[in-house]
């Protein structure tokens, strides 16, 4: 495949008049694997009642050039409470919580209620979602859920930097060069992408990526095993599978566990915890720690030595206050509702034992009370 001057021509837009695929990728067989993930991800997808999101709008202005740059702390800075109201912000949120080392102490800095799973793929034709799903996937190693949802991307909405940065990445990865260029070459037509595709093509010229997009080096560790995926695509069922071909899949850690406090499993975020090479000897980061506390509270038949020793002084102070809150009551439900708002809002105490009703919140009970989940 050569790069023709036509492909670098075009320009990016919202709707492309360029037929796609490329002439030079029509002869590429789609693999059954791809079906099968596509057919899953409907499957997990309609397995899932009573959590659909607000209707999907496309990813907010003021957040969209940062995305589309990867610039994480810029888009944190531009995030209001008030976008995290459908599945793909509350993904970029969380994606970014990551990407700055941030989750595992501000989730719930952010998060106060429940919504859609963190890789939901419900409603994907209704929303620009599909392009920034597909990136977390390629990310996290699921390259083939990731080609097929940046395809879609770029048939539902058009040619667009996210999804052709996926493809690119994703087809280097493969080893398939020329096909990697077909993409950069119409990514570089972007004229604010245009530096980013010089510099991964002169790196990839040279041999040297993985300074120039560490990104590629974190995807080849984190690489699923087999095809897998294709057997189901429920958050939880991914980030396991990704876990298992790399047990130090850092992103998927991260990910996992976040998954499991939103849905306020906290017996399964524990063991997480508890046997993961992610969480080192030293303090817990604040979330987790929360976690640690009030599971056992909860559940004070379960052992968790190991894990309360690691909880900060300070959240241990907090958590006393919590439980003094919680035994003084107040004179009203909405009282007490408020006063736990105010004092503990950006803690998981309060998401887990306070959560506001809505149509895309969970119970207000926790989900699972038995302790043996």
């Not at 010089?198 to 080849?220: K, M, Y």
Request: charged share 20%.
């Amino acid at each position: 495949m050569s790069r023709t001057a036509g492909l670098a021509a075009t320009k990016c837009h919202h709707r492309s008049n360029v037929p796609w695929p490329p002439k030079s990728l029509r002869c590429v067989r789609w693999r059954p694997a791809w079906i099968l993930a596509m057919g899953a991800l409907s499957l997990a997808a309609a397995s899932w009642p009573g959590r659909a999101a607000d209707p999907q709008p496309p990813v907010p202005r003021q957040i969209q050039e940062p995305l589309e740059r990867e610039d994480w702390t810029a888009l944190l800075h531009h995030l209001t409470p008030g976008l995290l109201t459908n599945a793909v912000v509350r993904l970029v949120a969380v994606r970014a919580l990551f990407e700055t080392g941030r989750l595992p102490e501000e989730q719930f800095t952010w998060f106060d209620r429940p919504g859609p799973e963190l890789l939901s793929t419900s409603n994907l034709e209704a929303y620009a979602g599909a392009a920034q799903l597909a990136d977390t996937l390629l990310q996290l190693g699921c390259l083939n859920a990731a080609e097929r949802l940046a395809f879609d991307s770029i048939e539902m909405e058009g040619e667009n930097p996210s999804a052709l940065r996926t493809l690119v990445r994703l087809h280097v990865v493969r080893g398939l060069t020329n096909a990697a260029l077909v993409f950069l070459n119409r990514l570089q037509a972007c004229p604010e992408h245009e530096a980013w595709a010089l510099r991964f093509r002169a790196a990839l010229s040279t041999g040297s990526l993985a300074t120039t997009d560490p990104a590629i080096l974190r995807i080849r560790a984190n690489l699923l095993k087999g095809d897998q995926i294709a057997a189901g695509l429920t958050t939880e069922r991914l980030l396991r599978l990704a876990l298992e071909s790399n047990p130090t899949n850092r992103m998927a850690f991260q990910f996992l566990v976040a998954h499991q406090l939103f849905e306020r499993r906290l017996l399964h975020a524990l063991r997480a915890l508890a046997t993961s090479p992610h969480t080192p000897e030293d303090t817990l980061p604040r979330h987790y720690a929360e976690a640690v506390l009030l599971h056992r509270h909860l559940y004070p038949g379960i052992a968790l030595d190991a894990l309360v020793q690691r909880v900060p002084a300070k959240v241990t102070s907090d958590f006393q206050r919590f439980q003094a809150m919680l035994k003084r009551g107040a004179a009203s439900p909405e009282q007490l509702r408020s006063e736990a708002r105010r004092e503990f809002g950006n803690t998981y105490w309060h998401y887990y034992l306070f959560n506001p009703p809505g149509p895309a919140s969970g119970p207000t009970v926790p989900e699972n009370t038995n302790p043996h989940e």
